[in-house]
């Protein structure tokens, strides 16, 4: 059902990447979830006369495709988040093909803490995002 690993299997320096197209349905979805109606989501006509000429998906949304890479494919589901900070360093648009590389960059044995860190490309290589974060783990059961 989902991937339980132990906090003594994951390592400094341990790495995964997974790349998702971002499509229609995922922010309408999003949207309809959180409430996030902004218009530089939604309506084509106000978007188009922004910076960006066209609609975003939101960011928060694409940001969250770094921490299912991360629970799916590399620190499985155990760890907590505590402290999550995101920085959008480019536009991610509806179609948009992104690549999120997440590692494991530091490990706190005395607080069974993880810090995160992530990068998102687009198909043209161009960073969409930066992360840093912390996952803290339950301790385990005595036997």
């Not at 994951?10 to 922010?27: F, P, Y």
């Not at 979830?33 to 922004?50: L, N, Q, R």
């Amino acid at each position: 059902m989902y991937d339980v690993i132990p906090f003594s299997d994951l390592s400094v320096g341990d790495r995964v990447s997974a790349a998702k197209t971002v499509t229609e349905a995922d922010g309408a979805l999003y949207i309809a979830a959180t409430g996030d109606f902004g218009p530089v989501h939604i309506d084509e006509d106000y978007a188009s006369g922004t910076r960006f000429g066209r609609r975003l998906a939101p960011g928060i949304m694409v940001a969250g495709l770094c921490t299912s890479v991360l629970t799916a494919e590399l620190a499985g589901v155990l760890g907590v988040s505590i402290e999550d900070s995101f920085w959008f360093t480019g536009p991610v648009f509806y179609g948009d093909t992104i690549t999120v590389d997440v590692w494991i960059a530091e490990k706190h044995e005395e607080t069974r803490t993880l810090v995160w860190e992530a990068s998102a490309i687009n198909e043209e290589g161009k960073e969409v995002l930066k992360a840093r974060a912390t996952l803290k783990y339950p301790r385990p059961k005595p036997a």
